[in-house]
């Protein structure tokens, strides 16, 4: 099993930033891939980045691209999303979540673990 936390969220004004933490406990040797979801109120949990652990291309879904950037410290087991320029419209519960597999990574239904979420509010 693989245990997810993830800190950092909070209220922040519109233009801000915050940096979004998911440590990683447990058989975390068995997960290769790292992503983060978000999900608004009544909307469904989306794709924001995806990162392997041992680096390489980060994926970015496009209403993020070139303000959010993740990143993985293999050695603190923690995955980082930075977040800068943020929008009203980034508020949502930002969850962290974990793939056994090598490939792949921007589906909700491809991970296998997945964090308890922070809340990111931004206000305008």
């Known amino acids: 099993q693989v245990q997810l936390v993830e800190s950092g969220g909070g209220l922040v004004q519109a233009g801000g930033s915050l940096r979004l933490s998911c440590a990683a406990s447990g058989r975390t040797s068995s997960t290769y891939i790292m992503g983060w979801f978000r999900q608004a109120p009544g909307k469904e949990r989306e794709f924001v980045s995806r990162?392997?652990?041992?680096?390489?291309?980060?994926y970015y879904a496009d209403s993020v691209r070139g303000r959010f950037t993740i990143s993985a410290d293999n050695g603190k087991n923690t995955v980082y999303l930075q977040m800068n320029g943020l929008k009203p419209e980034d508020t949502a519960v930002y969850y962290c979540?974990?793939?056994?597999?090598?490939?792949?990574?921007?589906?909700?239904?491809?991970?296998?673990?997945w964090g308890q979420g922070t809340q990111v509010t931004v206000s305008p």
């Open positions: 990162i392997s652990w041992g680096g390489g291309i980060a």
């Open positions: 979540a974990a793939r056994k597999r090598l490939v792949g990574g921007r589906a909700r239904g491809q991970y296998d673990y």
